[in-house]
């Protein structure tokens, strides 16, 4: 059984969806950001960083992941799922992956800050990190053009860059004339996978546990 920690954030979007698509019994722990909840000490044993997601098998002697790509590679080696064996072919996923990891998240990050959240609106910035982002959108545009996921087959290279990607008017960005990314985005959002995994932590019906009562109950769940 794995114990997931998780907000309604896109990084938590990725593993839930992971977790519906290898189909793998997992219990929800929702995570109030809004309260610290991931800042408390407890939580911190399990991931460091103090953010979500964060997983524990408890399969695997109650072994903990944090960092979203890091949980995804753990869940694809674990089932032999959505990652491809063939050393070339698992490079192109893992390079999709990291580009998502490295590229889309942080810049798209900053994006939705700086045209949401922060109190100064400062064009540079937002427009700093709006056209960044449509740079890198276009990137992957160019890649969907020639195939049909981006590493080819369907892999956890998809499900790690359309959280994201689904949220771009939330940054601001218009993309109507992306058309392969487009495509891509209709196609992975008929997939029951990724419309369960978006309800999580709130919505889905599924066994459900608060951070807090997770970290009350800390020396049964957490060491």
Do not use: C
Request: glycine share 6%.
């Amino acid at each position: 059984m794995i114990d997931f920690y998780t907000s309604h954030t896109p990084n938590g979007y990725k593993v839930s969806i992971m977790l519906e698509e290898i189909n793998l019994p997992y219990n929800v722990i929702a995570v109030d950001l809004g309260k610290k909840e991931q800042k408390k000490s407890q939580y911190m044993k399990l991931n460091p960083n103090g953010r979500i997601p964060t997983i524990v098998d408890h399969d695997n002697d109650d072994f903990a992941v944090f960092e979203s790509g890091a949980i995804l590679i753990y869940l694809a080696e674990k089932t032999g799922q959505l990652l491809p064996d063939d050393p070339k072919q698992r490079s192109v996923a893992l390079q999709w992956l990291m580009f998502q990891m490295g590229g889309i998240g942080p810049m798209q990050g900053q994006a939705h800050v700086f045209y949401r959240y922060a109190p100064e609106k400062i064009e540079y910035a937002i427009n700093r990190y709006q056209n960044e982002t449509l740079r890198l959108y276009k990137v992957l545009d160019k890649q969907l053009k020639q195939h049909e996921y981006l590493a080819d087959d369907f892999s956890i290279a998809d499900i790690a860059t359309w959280p994201w990607v689904r949220r771009y008017r939330w940054a601001g960005i218009e993309i109507e004339k992306l058309k392969h990314l487009h495509r891509w985005m209709d196609l992975l959002a008929q997939r029951s996978a990724f419309q369960k995994g978006i309800e999580v932590p709130y919505k889905l019906e599924r066994s459900k546990m608060t951070a807090d009562k997770a970290l009350k109950m800390g020396e049964k769940i957490l060491i």
